[in-house]
């Protein structure tokens, strides 16, 4: 078996460099596109659970006392379960009302949580809480109930990010092997085409070589005889 040319070497170590960065690029921009429309439709998810609860528990911010905790905790556990989110209604002043019984832990005040400031300014609110000891990352989704100038409070609604995201696993890995493969079937074709457009490149450098070292040329190119 001949030895590849060296000229061929380096057309095809650059090919392989060449396919190696663009697949590289493509499947982290493809993972970056994939991570976004999962965050994109769980906010999606979360805007419309914490729109209808607000107006399902508006009587319970505007009558508190008429309601009674009793109450509204009953019916927050109700739309909990429906859902399958953790809910917590929050007072103007940032202190948790109502929580269900699957809402996060730390909710002894959220006040300078970003979701709340977020729904204070402009209704409606978003933030993501990392929680290290159990490695979770969970969006929070807040709204607004009342004015600006005077709102009654809020209603917070809460989703793990990780179980969208480990959904995404398998797909990724899926992805991932088919772009390996398909590198792979590039690289071997371009290897077993190449050597037939290098061949004839190779043949006139060598000829090349020894017209300028004074050699013979070689019979493919002497003038056909009659």
Do not use: C
């Amino acid at each position: 078996m001949k030895r590849p040319s060296p000229l061929f070497l380096k057309v095809l170590l650059a090919y392989v460099v060449i396919t190696a960065i663009t697949t590289s690029v493509f499947v982290l921009i493809l993972f970056q596109k994939l991570n976004g429309i999962v965050e994109d439709q769980t906010r999606q998810r979360l805007h419309q659970a914490a729109v209808a609860i607000r107006a399902q528990l508006y009587d319970v911010f505007e009558h508190p006392m008429e309601v009674g905790v009793a109450d509204a905790d009953r019916l927050v556990q109700r739309l909990s379960r429906e859902l399958s989110m953790p809910i917590t209604l929050v007072l103007h002043n940032g202190a948790p009302f109502v929580a269900s019984d699957t809402d996060p832990e730390g909710l002894s005040n959220l006040k300078s949580a970003a979701e709340i400031n977020g729904a204070r300014t402009s209704e409606q609110g978003i933030g993501v809480s990392e929680y290290i000891h159990d490695h979770r990352s969970v969006m929070n989704y807040a709204v607004r109930v009342g004015d600006r100038q005077q709102p009654l409070g809020y209603v917070r609604v809460s989703l793990p990010l990780d179980v969208a995201r480990g959904q995404l696993s398998s797909l990724k890995q899926i992805i991932l092997w088919s772009a390996f493969s398909v590198a792979i079937v590039s690289i071997a074709i371009t290897y077993l085409l190449g050597k037939r457009w290098i061949q004839p490149i190779d043949e006139l450098s060598s000829a090349a070589r020894m017209f300028s070292e004074g050699a013979q040329a070689p019979n493919m190119f002497d003038s056909p005889r009659e």
